[in-house]
């Protein structure tokens, strides 16, 4: 029986919440015998008519799977697909890293003559060794690390001497050679090149590298030498720009320790600075064909187009239209001159009628982590040196996990790019470049309730002993922050005291102990022990602002070694003279002023034995880091 005129118009009652096949089934089944009682009747799971309805069923369950996963896969905490959570990501600003490179400190040495007196001759010393120094494991001929600043071995005169060894002896006893040492960052992977040939103009042009592990994009310029510049947005005015020591006129050294007395190095070879520019470009992960791609904006300049030589014009494309041909533009330093628009649509400049060099570097991944001493080949064909790692590379990564990329998407979505908290800034600080100048320590606190922040900051010199931050390195830090801090908040580095400028207040110390040990142990044995043991205890790593030392816990760790049965004393101390010791390890009072038998080097006083209670010493009420500076020289001990 067919259905009548009536009929045809009767709505039907359908189970929307039927998603999967046996539901769907039934609702089918049930369906036909209540619109079709006549038409049809068999049932039977053999029928004809039951294999049409359990293919349609089987069609639906499909379909309504498909549903769900597509929408669970577009919220960012239900979804699970990688490509999926990166896009999401990508939608809340947050720019997921694809490999990370495995990051290193590579000690780079230089023999040289003495001369006739017995002195170093640093006119033997190599000429500066630009970055990008490609080193070559001994072990992996495939893993591959390339130098991330300059090694300079002319620089010569304090503060910019090279540390230098003791002399090698000829066979009558005087010096022959000496060993120049300098250290600087290594980064897996290998930086190649690809050109690309523009002609007409294209709104937001796409640049494929072709690469899937790409680590960064080094540099990008066209064919008249112009450079452009990567931004985390085409929208952003303000760029950060890099300037090498070579390149300032008002700089003649990568090593510079502004007003600071202590005379360690601290490598400093860029300058930081804002600029306004239309040329650049953002550097995006394709998920669809696993490659990375450059993107340029949607301007054009025209340039002299009414015949006076200083009329130039920047506009978008469909403004200008398209058989106008782009022409080179030297880098602003002015707000963009939006004619014909509004600063809205100024996306950057696109490319036209030139040829584009990029540079990158490709790597990374958990194999570029390398063990100590196995970075040693230079392939590039430098003589005069040689490279080592004293220390294994770390880092190398195959990229964040889903989890991660969700928790840091929120985390940075949170943040809008800014900094709130003192904690935000501290964050913002210690991820400052290293070209820049590095940051060991930070603490940042509010000083009062109208936006107003006092930052301490304290550096690592060559050899990983903490010093005051260059004034060069504060100024780069202010300009690097204008882009997070809130518009009303003020901030504050360092203090000066003495007429001299301090970034923060560092207090080093030494240790005295006296164990009891078992008589079947070697006591020589159970000294290096304990010494070791300290050193583990008080490693400079460890070591923040307004940190507190517990020495219940070195007692815990030190009774735990095999032999040691009781501990005498133990001790942190400055004043050797109490103990018998012919040491001062602080060489600043509080107000600056230098000690009367201070050791140069060493920061500022402090008293321990009043700071102790119930085994903690407190930290001192002004913001400082506890050091343990010298190690191999100021823990003093015997095993009885």
């Known amino acids: 029986m067919a259905y009548s005129d009536k009929q045809k118009f009767k709505p039907t009652n359908i189970n929307y919440t039927s998603k999967d096949f046996s539901t769907i089934k039934a609702d089918l089944i049930e369906y036909t015998k209540s619109y079709f009682p006549d038409t049809y009747k068999d049932f039977n799971e053999t029928s004809p008519g039951m294999m049409l309805i359990e293919l349609s069923s089987y069609v639906g369950d499909v379909l309504s799977y498909y549903v769900d996963y597509n929408y669970k896969e577009n919220v960012l905490s239900t979804a699970t697909e990688k490509r999926n959570v990166r896009r999401l990501a990508d939608f809340l ?23 006739d007196d017995g002195t170093p001759n640093y006119t033997d010393a190599p000429s500066s060794i630009s970055n990008g120094l490609q080193i070559q494991s ?14 300079d071995f002319t620089i010569s005169g304090s503060p910019d001497t090279p540390p230098i060894s003791a002399p090698t002896l000829d066979e009558n006893g005087e010096a022959s050679s000496y060993t120049l040492t300098r250290y600087v960052q290594g980064i897996s992977g290998e930086t190649k090149t690809k050109s690309f040939t523009i002609t007409s103009p294209t709104k937001f042009l796409e640049l494929d590298l072709g690469e899937d592990n790409v680590i960064e994009v080094l540099n990008c310029t066209d064919s008249s030498g112009e450079k452009w510049y990567e931004v985390d947005y085409l929208s952003q005015e303000r760029i950060l720009k890099e300037t090498h020591y070579d390149d300032d006129t008002t700089r003649s050294s990568g090593y510079d320790q502004g007003d600071i007395t202590d005379t360690s190095l601290i490598s400093i070879p860029y300058t930081l600075d804002y600029i306004n520019t239309n040329k650049k470009f953002v550097s995006n992960f ?107 590379a770390t880092g190398g990564t195959d990229g964040q996990t889903v989890d991660e990329i969700k928790h840091n998407a929120k985390a940075f979505f949170a943040s809008q790019n800014r900094c ?25 606190e509010r000083i009062d309730d109208t936006g107003g922040l006092f930052v301490s900051t304290l550096s690592y010199n060559q050899n990983k002993q903490l010093v005051q931050t260059p004034e060069l390195v504060l ?99 400055q004043r050797g003279n109490d103990l018998g010791i012919n040491r001062h390890m602080a060489f600043y009072q ?31 009420l002004t913001p400082s880091v506890f050091e343990l500076r010298n190690p191999n020289n100021d823990i003093y001990g015997k095993v009885t």
């Open 93 to 115: 600003g947050y720019k997921t890293p694809n490999k990370t490179p495995s990051i290193v400190r590579l000690k780079v040495t230089a023999e040289i003559d003495a001369n």
């Open 138 to 151: 001994n072990i992996d001929s495939e893993l591959l690390f390339e130098t991330t600043g300059e090694v």
């Open 286 to 392: 394709d998920v669809d064909t696993n490659s990375t791609k450059l993107m340029f904006g949607n301007g054009l300049y025209k340039y002299n187009i009414t015949g006076s030589s200083n009329t130039s014009i920047f506009t978008t494309i469909e403004q200008s239209g398209l058989t106008l041909n782009g022409q080179p533009f030297s880098t602003i330093n002015s707000n963009v001159n939006d004619l014909l628009g509004t600063n809205n649509l100024n996306m950057g400049e696109t490319p036209a009628n030139t040829i584009l060099t990029v540079k990158y570097r490709v790597g990374g991944g958990p194999n570029s982590n390398a063990q100590v001493g196995e970075l040693t080949n230079i392939t590039d064909g430098t003589t005069g040196i040689s490279v080592t790692n004293d220390e294994p």
């Open 420 to 444: 709130v908290t003192r904690q935000d800034y501290q964050a913002r600080i210690l991820n400052l470049p290293a070209k820049f100048g590095n940051i060991a320590k930070c603490y940042v």
């Open 475 to 573: 100024r780069n830090i202010m300009t690097y922050l204008n882009q997070y801090r809130m518009i009303n908040d003020r901030l504050d580095f360092g203090f000066t005291l003495s007429d001299t400028l301090f970034s923060g207040y560092n207090i080093n110390f030494g240790v005295k102990f006296e164990v009891n040990a078992d008589r079947r142990v070697n006591p020589g044995d159970v000294k290096i022990e304990v010494i070791n043991t300290i050193k583990n205890f008080f490693k400079v790593e460890r070591m923040q602002f307004r940190q507190s030392i517990n020495m219940n816990d070195l007692q815990y760790n030190i009774l735990g070694l095999e032999g040691v049965i009781g501990i005498k004393e133990l001790k942190l101390f």
């Open 590 to 620: 509080a107000d600056g002023d230098t000690l009367d038998g201070g050791e140069s080097g060493y920061g500022f006083q402090y008293e321990f034995d009043n700071s102790l209670e119930n085994g903690i010493i407190r930290p001192s």
